[in-house]
C-alpha cells in the first residue's frame, strides 16, 4: 500500500513529496514478495489444477512467514492473517476435496482486514494506515481517519465481489470454466483493483499535501 511514496517535512509548509519519489528497485522487490504465493498459486493452477494450487500456496505462505522471520525476526501482520486463513480454508479444501473453501478464502481475508482497520477507527489512538504510512507522510488525523474508513469500505467490496464471482457468475458454464474465471479475478482482478484504489489513495493524498504547502507558504 505504501507503493514508492517518500515524504519529507517542511517546518511551516506541510509536507512534501520527497525526491526519491518513485518505485525503486527494493520496493519492486517487495511487491513480488508480498504476492509470490498467488503467483506460485496461479502457476500450479494452470498445470495442476485448483488442489495442488492450494497446497503450494499454503506452502508458499509458510515459507513466506518464515523467511520474514529469519531475516528481520518479526512478522508481517499482513503475511499472518493470510497464512493462518490459508491454512484453515486451504487444508479444508485438500481435506474435503471441496474448492468451496479456497474460494472464500479471499473474502475471509480482506474481511478479516476490514475488522482490523475499523477497530483501529474506533478504539486505537492511531489508526491502521496511520500506523502502516505515519512515518512516510504526515497529515491532519482527520485525513487518516477518512483514509482507514476508505480503506475498511474497499475491503468490504472486495470481499462481496470475490463472493460474486466465484458463486454467482457465470451459473450457465461449466465447473471449469467458472473455476477458471475465477482463479483469474482472484489472481489479476483483485490485484489490480488494490494497486488501482492504491494508486487513487496516494493522489488524494498528494492533493491535500499540496494545499497544506499553499497554506503554510502563504
Known amino acids: 500500500m505504501t507503493g ?12 512534501a513529496p520527497a525526491r526519491n519519489s518513485q518505485f525503486t528497485q527494493s520496493d519492486i522487490m517487495k511487491f513480488l514478495f ?31 512467514v518464515g523467511w520474514v522471520w ?4 518479526r512478522f508481517e501482520t499482513t503475511h499472518l492473517v493470510t497464512l493462518a486463513v490459508i491454512v484453515v ?22 474481511w478479516l ?8 477507527q474506533l478504539v486505537g489512538r492511531r489508526t491502521a494506515i ?9 497529515l491532519p488525523a482527520h485525513i487518516w481517519r477518512n483514509m482507514n474508513v476508505s480503506w475498511v469500505i474497499f475491503f468490504i ?13 457465470g451459473t450457465d458454464l461449466d465447473e471449469k470454466t467458472r473455476t477458471d474465471i475465477w482463479v483469474n479475478f482472484k489472481v489479476f482482478g483483485l490485484m489490480g483493483l488494490t494497486l488501482a484504489f492504491t494508486i487513487a489513495q496516494m493522489a488524494l493524498v498528494s492533493r491535500h499535501i499540496k494545499v497544506n504547502e499553499q497554506e503554510g507558504g502563504s
Open 34 to 64: 508480498d504476492f509470490f504465493p498467488l503467483i506460485l498459486f496461479f502457476a500450479a493452477y494452470k498445470i495442476y489444477g485448483i488442489f495442488v494450487a492450494t497446497a503450494v500456496a499454503i506452502v508458499a505462505s509458510v515459507a513466506q
Open 157 to 169: 467490496a472486495a470481499g462481496v465481489l470475490n463472493l460474486y464471482v466465484a458463486f454467482y457468475y
Open 113 to 120: 482486514f476490514a475488522v482490523i482497520m475499523l477497530a483501529t
Open 4 to 15: 514508492g511514496f517518500r515524504y519529507h517535512s517542511h517546518p511551516g509548509r506541510g509536507v
Open 70 to 73: 529469519l531475516q528481520r525476526r
Open 89 to 110: 480454508f486451504g487444508g479444508l479444501t485438500l481435506l474435503l476435496r471441496d474448492d468451496v473453501f479456497i474460494k472464500w478464502k479471499p473474502t475471509i481475508v480482506n
Open 130 to 138: 496511520e500506523h502502516l504510512l505515519g512515518t512516510q507522510i504526515r
